[in-house]
């Protein structure tokens, strides 16, 4: 494109900020706690989803839970404000119904 080749000197710059460290470390330990957390987590559920004896509670969960990899997070943001909402939200409706106290979530 006809521009002047400036080297390594934007990686040089990077490597001596401070904050490049920061956000490194920040990257690894992110990585690390995904792998710790993020990969048996999912499997131990699994697991005692597979045990449950209640084939309509199983269905339910298991439902509920895949339900963000088929649909919007914005989507799914909307149907959580929509039953969450102070005034209006079915949640806090219930909550009325039963002469308790709205909640403000």
Request: glycine fraction near 8%; charged fraction near 10%.
């Amino acid at each position: 494109m006809g521009e002047p080749w400036i080297g390594f000197e934007t990686f040089r710059e990077i490597f001596a900020m401070d904050a490049f460290y920061n956000a490194l470390r920040n990257t690894f330990v992110l990585n690390l706690l995904d792998l710790l957390i993020g990969f048996p987590i999912p499997i131990i559920l699994a697991i005692l989803l597979n045990e449950l004896r209640i084939q309509w509670f199983k269905k339910g969960v298991q439902t509920i839970l895949y339900l963000p990899h088929f649909i919007s997070w914005v989507i799914i943001g909307g149907m959580a404000l929509q039953l969450l909402a102070t005034n209006t939200g079915i949640v806090n409706n219930v909550l009325r119904s039963f002469g308790l106290k709205a909640i403000p979530f």
